[in-house]
């Protein structure tokens, strides 16, 4: 069975405006994808592409005004979107896991480190407090905090920023989750720092068996920690696949885009055609979320868009996918 | 031979913070800059490279040192004098949003410039504004409009286009493209690349992005708790980097490419507090192959055989070079 499987997803922001008007932001429309036990699925994708709400809208995390208006998300086989508070709060205790991007908010602020880790071994795995106590310290230990038994005893404010995320996935771990869930868990550490929480975070993967989904907008974190990639624009994947395959042959004209707007592969004369400006969310085209700054696109893009596979495991969300240099039709940015 | 646009010398930076306490956020620092040359300075955060801007435009006032600009020393130029002085040397930052007055429109942010240090007409004030927002590739239709209406790839352009307006010698740009998304990042790059071919503009370009960095520099600076510990040509730093922090730095770098191999070295721990620096070399505390003598000798910049600059005691006997882990 699956662990993860994300069916269809779609959240919407519904709001009123002045005149009491309904609003509809469309957020997130209709992201697929599942995940394995042992895997790293990279999420990428520009500001608002829709990466972290992604995250939330699995874990039951969304705030309102957002909404899943439809879709499903299914956990060991479980629907998550329509399960009591009370049973999913459950399992995101004691098996899946989030790391947010700012440690120092994530933590509470009144109480020591050690008693963060305690409390929340017990609120989800009960048992006698001593154990609860160990298995602090062993985590605080996997993740790799020097002298825990005194580090325990630290408050949140004394702990640099690196420090912060290790407690935090310490904090992930307590419970032994099956699904790490890390929204930017390097952005904002220094690079000498990023280079070992994600050395850590790799090798926890692998000693837990955890899968992992990692969300960042760094495609050399992606390239280089993760199994599977899933490009997100304007709230849909467009891509997805191996690690591998995707930076190989890139068949969405987005992806493309974004690999050859890195500075690897970034050859000046060509930015003008990268970038312009995201789709807006409270008014979609119809078609393809791309068609308004896609080079390809043609009139064909103004109608429903299908996920093509372009080869085993790698899908594509665009009309030519697979098939983009052979394009005849008469393209409408040109 | 030509003069090099910038020149300091020996360049601290000291803010008191109270309790008697002191950050050292950049000391003794030696930099110079060739007309039309474009420096990279990277370094993780706090290692001092914003402070070093400002006090280079001297918006910030140095604790020690020299800063000579186009053959004049400037380190004690009074205020009235400096504000000339900005014609010549201009700044741009990461944050567009910040950056930019949100109650003007983009057209008299870019006029502003030329209206203080230009004397034009008003009717040439105009047409040279029109053609820096064409020069940015900015649409004439957003000249109108106020900062809260543009992308930020948009307001990075006007302030490119701010910077550029008076025809300055020295531009020092800090973090340009940090805050933007990739694929906006790039037009960016591409625009200060242009620029500086029809300008000649020598620029100071301040990253912690090695990939950017790398692209658009002619020669780097690598900064750690404000020292400079290696400085050379971009290709001789990035392929045969001296100083042991130089490798570390760029060995965390992750390029974004499965395809390409990467042999990492971690560094343990993280940068200590430019508070209470450490004594001897600043990287002692960190280093995989400090010995008992960098904890209390401080060493002096000194040329390997690529050319690059680098402090590091070990360089002469060759023990300044990390053993590499198994490649991952
Ligand atoms: N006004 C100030 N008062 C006290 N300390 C300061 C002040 N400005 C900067 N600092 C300190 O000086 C050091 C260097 O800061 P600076 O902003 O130059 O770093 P940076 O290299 O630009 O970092 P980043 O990559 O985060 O932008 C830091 O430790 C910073 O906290
Ligand atoms: N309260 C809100 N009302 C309308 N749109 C919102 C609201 N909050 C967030 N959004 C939009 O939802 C989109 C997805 O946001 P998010 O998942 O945070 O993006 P990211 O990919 O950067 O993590 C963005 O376009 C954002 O502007
Ligand atoms: S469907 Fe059309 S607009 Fe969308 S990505 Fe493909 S070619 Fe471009
Ligand atoms: S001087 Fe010593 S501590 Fe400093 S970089 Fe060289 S080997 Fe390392
Ligand atoms: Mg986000
Ligand atoms: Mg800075």
């Known amino acids: 069975m699956t662990l993860l499987k994300v069916e269809d997803l779609h959240t919407h922001f519904i709001s009123r405006d002045l005149d009491n008007q309904i609003c509809i932001a469309k957020a997130l429309n209709g992201v697929s994808f599942s995940l394995e036990a042992g895997r790293v699925l990279g999420i990428v994708g520009e500001t608002g592409a829709g990466k972290s709400l992604t995250a939330q809208s699995i874990v039951g995390l969304l705030r309102p005004p957002a909404k899943i208006v439809a879709g499903s998300v299914r956990f060991e086989g479980r629907e998550l979107t329509d399960m009591p508070d009370a049973e999913l709060n459950r399992i995101r205790g004691n098996n899946i896991a989030m790391v947010v991007q700012n440690p120092r908010t994530s933590l509470d602020p009144l109480t020591r480190v050690g008693d963060q880790l305690v409390r929340l071994h017990q609120i989800h795995s009960g048992g006698p407090k001593t154990a609860s106590h160990k298995r602090a310290l062993e985590m605080m230990e996997a993740v790799g905090l020097p002298d825990p038994e005194s580090r325990a005893k630290s408050w949140p404010h004394e702990l640099s920023g690196g420090m912060a995320q290790r407690v935090l996935l310490a904090m992930a771990l307590m419970n032994s989750p099956k699904l790490l869930i890390a929204d930017e868990p390097t952005t904002g550490l220094d690079v000498t720092v990023q280079a070992q929480i994600l050395d850590l975070l790799r090798s926890l993967v692998a000693r837990f068996d955890m899968a992992t989904l990692i969300i960042t907008h760094d495609l050399g974190v992606v390239a280089h920690f993760c199994n599977d990639i899933a490009v997100m624009f304007g709230g849909s994947i467009v891509e997805t696949g191996s690690v591998r395959d995707v930076f190989a042959a890139p068949a969405h004209p987005y992806t493309r885009d974004l690999i050859a707007a890195t500075p690897e592969r970034f050859q000046m004369g060509r930015a003008k055609a990268l970038g312009g400006q995201p789709p807006d969310l409270y008014n979609l085209p119809s078609g393809c979320v791309l068609q308004s700054r896609c080079a390809y696109a043609t009139e064909l893009c103004q109608t429903t868009v299908r996920n093509a596979e372009v080869a085993e495991g790698h899908f594509a969300l665009c009309h030519y996918a697979g098939r983009l240099e052979e394009q005849p039709a008469v393209k409408i940015n040109a | ?328």
């Open chain 2, 1 to 328: 031979m030509t003069q090099p646009v910038l020149k300091i010398r020996n360049l601290s930076k000291r803010f008191p913070v109270g309790g008697g306490r002191v950050v050292h956020a950049v000391n003794c620092v030696d930099l110079s800059i060739m007309p039309g040359e474009t420096l990279g300075m990277v370094g993780e955060s706090g290692s001092g490279k914003s402070t070093l801007g400002r006090v280079i435009l001297r918006l910030l006032e140095p604790s020690e040192g020299s800063i000579e600009f186009d053959g004049q020393d400037i380190t004690q130029l009074p205020k009235g004098q400096i504000r000339r002085l900005r014609r010549d040397m201009q700044m741009v930052f990461q944050d567009p949003w910040s950056a930019l007055n949100p109650r003007m429109r983009i057209r008299d942010l870019i006029a502003e410039p030329i209206k203080l240090h230009v004397d034009l007409s008003r009717s040439e004030r105009d047409d040279r504004t029109e053609d820096l927002a064409r020069r940015v590739n900015l649409g004439s239709t957003y000249l109108n409009r106020y900062p809260a209406n543009l992308s930020g790839g948009q307001l990075q352009r006007a302030c490119i286009a701010r910077a550029i307006a008076t025809d300055p010698k020295l531009i020092v740009l800090d973090e340009p493209t940090s805050s933007l998304d990739l694929s906006v990042r790039a037009g960016i790059l591409e625009l200060l690349a242009e620029i500086r071919e029809e300008t000649k503009a020598a620029m100071l370009f301040i990253s912690h992005d090695l990939g950017t960095v790398r692209m658009i520099s002619d020669r780097i600076a690598v900064l750690y708790l404000g020292e400079v510990v290696e400085q050379g040509q971009t290709e001789a730093l990035f392929e045969t980097p001296a100083h042991p922090y130089t490798q570390a730095l760029l060995s965390a770098h992750l390029p974004a490419d499965p395809a390409f191999k990467v042999s990492r070295l971690v560094l343990e721990g993280e940068v200590p507090s430019p508070i209470a620096l450490p004594t001897g070399c600043k990287f002692h505390t960190r280093c995989p192959v400090a010995i008992a003598r960098c904890a209390r000798e401080v060493p002096q910049a000194i040329q390997v055989p690529s050319g690059q600059q680098a402090g590091c005691l070990r360089i002469p006997n060759g023990g300044n070079i990390i053993e590499r882990k198994e490649d991952v």
